[in-house]
């Protein structure tokens, strides 16, 4: 019984004391090359399309707004960022709102944040659209 306290100490001191990867922080997740998908609309309580993504790469973002697909340009500087909508494929949806929503808010868009494996769209320091690396 003794040798089992001393043992469970023993773990949990190197565990807690040590600056190992299985207690640090994880690292942030890629801005470009990475398949965003949509988890919120910043702050607003509204489902949410599940087939949303989005992903960036070389100055080019394409992604799927619900039901159609979509994509166009954007520039970084810093964590500044430009989009600008390109092309959007024109299917009939049963429910356009979420999918006009996240257009609408894409346009917004002036500056970006990543932590961990979240990716914020922001608009003057709101979150406008949220995303979780897939």
């Avoid at 001393?6 to 004391?17: C, E, K």
């Avoid at 309580?45 to 992903?55: D, E, H, Q, W, Y």
């Avoid at 960036?56 to 960022?81: H, P, R, W």
Wanted: proline share 1%.
């Amino acid at each position: 019984m003794l040798k089992t306290l001393i043992a469970g100490f023993l773990v949990t001191f190197f565990l807690v004391g040590c600056d190992c990867p299985c207690t640090s922080g994880m690292e942030d997740a890629s801005f470009e090359k990475t398949e965003w998908i949509l988890s919120s609309y910043g702050r607003t309580r509204m489902a949410v399309p599940k087939k949303a993504f989005i992903s960036f790469n070389d100055g080019k973002y394409s992604g799927n707004a619900g039901c159609n697909g979509m994509g166009g340009s954007y520039t970084v500087s810093g964590d500044k960022l430009t989009i600008k909508s390109g092309f959007s494929t024109l299917m009939a949806c049963a429910d356009m709102k979420l999918e006009t929503k996240f257009r609408q808010e894409m346009q917004k868009v002036n500056s970006y944040t990543i932590k961990g494996d979240t990716l914020n769209l922001m608009h003057d320091d709101r979150s406008v659209l949220t995303f979780i690396a897939k």
